[in-house]
């Protein structure tokens, strides 16, 4: 089992390959989208990306040392007009040895198949296969890996969908850290992607478009952290950081009932707390996942060598045979201590079958 790692800076490339990741995937918001104002992958932060394609170059350099594969982001909803830029962005990824790329829009598989018999096309969760006919059709369109949208489906169902992956040669993917929102995604970033094209037209929105140009010009130090102080607030413009609230209903002898109301999880501030799947590779390994996907593209980079230090350890221990379904929900939790200096916390566990192995007497 591989480990994915993000990396948004070149100097993140080789610290995260000694740390232990198998894979990196990147995106690259080059001049012709921030002239626009519009992203080519789904990460819509300018921090989070790669800035050029010269960047992107000497990451691969980098990591071709060490015989590690990097993947390119291209998994956004496109805005009209903005396909023959992708196409370019392909191209100049391809001639410069990138090793695959992950999509969403699957009119973009027959470009990259016609460019590059050797790069590898990912399925982005935001075009979800949820069961094994969908590994099926995704096969047939010339799909080589499908990332799982994990936080819809359970471990079993993912064993199922992973073995009959096998069958085909279709590789399985999934997040094992920083697992934030419960929803479904591609429904969720056609939603954002909706109130993206009415975006900047109230003054407060220029203020922020003009803020987002002002800190080209600050170092990418400083930027990154600007950039993440506004994610994490409600003044990021993404629907999940609005404030609403939901109502759960059950019928009863014909009626409706209320049975729960809840806030959003912007109201709760969720998203600034992600779950955390990590003990988990001890059953996504035995389902013969291809790679474990850390998320956090945006993330310091201490926090990124945290998440593949964790896995690392935790797949060595399991290699070493150190590990059993009785004792390793706590030797996770023993790396953890180790790797964070904190204890985990259990609430924020990503599958329950997990969190039911985990004794805390």
């Not at 470009?111 to 018999?117: L, P, Q, T, V, Y």
């Not at 590994?135 to 010339?142: C, D, P, T």
């Not at 003054?203 to 170092?219: S, W």
């Amino acid at each position: 089992m591989n480990i994915l790692a993000p990396f948004d800076m070149v100097s993140e490339v080789k610290a995260l390959i000694k740390a232990g990741a198998n894979e990196l995937y990147c995106g690259v918001n080059s001049k012709w989208w921030k002239k626009r104002g519009l992203f080519s992958n789904a990460r819509h932060m300018f921090y989070g990306n790669l800035n050029n394609f010269t960047e992107l170059k000497k990451s691969l350099q980098i990591s071709k040392k060490y015989g590690v594969p990097v993947f390119l982001c291209i998994n956004d909803y496109l805005p009209e007009g903005a396909f023959q830029q992708v196409f370019r962005d392909i191209k100049m990824a391809i001639d410069l040895g990138v090793d695959g790329f992950i999509v969403a829009d699957l009119s973009l598989i027959p470009f990259i198949k016609k460019n590059s018999e050797k790069c590898k096309i990912i399925l982005s969760t935001l075009n979800p296969c949820f069961s094994s006919e969908g590994v099926s059709f995704y096969k047939g369109l010339g799909v080589d890996r499908i990332i799982l949208p994990l936080n819809q489906l359970t471990l079993s169902e993912v064993e199922e969908i992973s073995l009959y992956g096998q069958k085909l040669s279709v590789e399985i993917e999934v997040f094992i850290n920083n697992i934030v929102c419960k929803n479904i995604p591609a429904n969720c970033l056609f939603n954002d992607f909706e109130l993206f094209k009415q975006h900047y037209k109230c003054g407060f929105d220029i203020v922020m478009l003009g803020l987002k140009n002002a800190v080209k010009l600050v170092p990418n130090s400083v930027r990154n952290r600007l950039g993440k102080l506004l994610y994490s607030s409600r003044l990021h413009p993404k629907p999940c950081r609005q404030n609403f609230s939901v109502e759960v209903f059950a019928k009863t002898n014909g009626n409706l009932r209320k049975v729960k109301g809840m806030n959003s999880y912007s109201s709760e501030k969720d998203f600034a707390y992600p779950y955390c799947g990590l003990c988990s590779i001890y059953f996504l390994k035995q389902c013969k996942i291809t790679s474990g996907k850390i998320s956090g593209r945006g993330y310091s980079i201490k926090r990124k060598i945290n998440d593949v230090t964790f896995a690392r350890n935790f797949l060595n221990e399991m290699e070493r045979k150190n590990m059993t379904e009785v004792n390793f929900a706590y030797k996770g939790r023993e790396i953890y201590q180790k790797v964070y200096h904190q204890d985990c916390f259990k609430k924020r566990c990503q599958f329950q079958k997990t969190l039911s192995f985990r004794n805390d007497d």
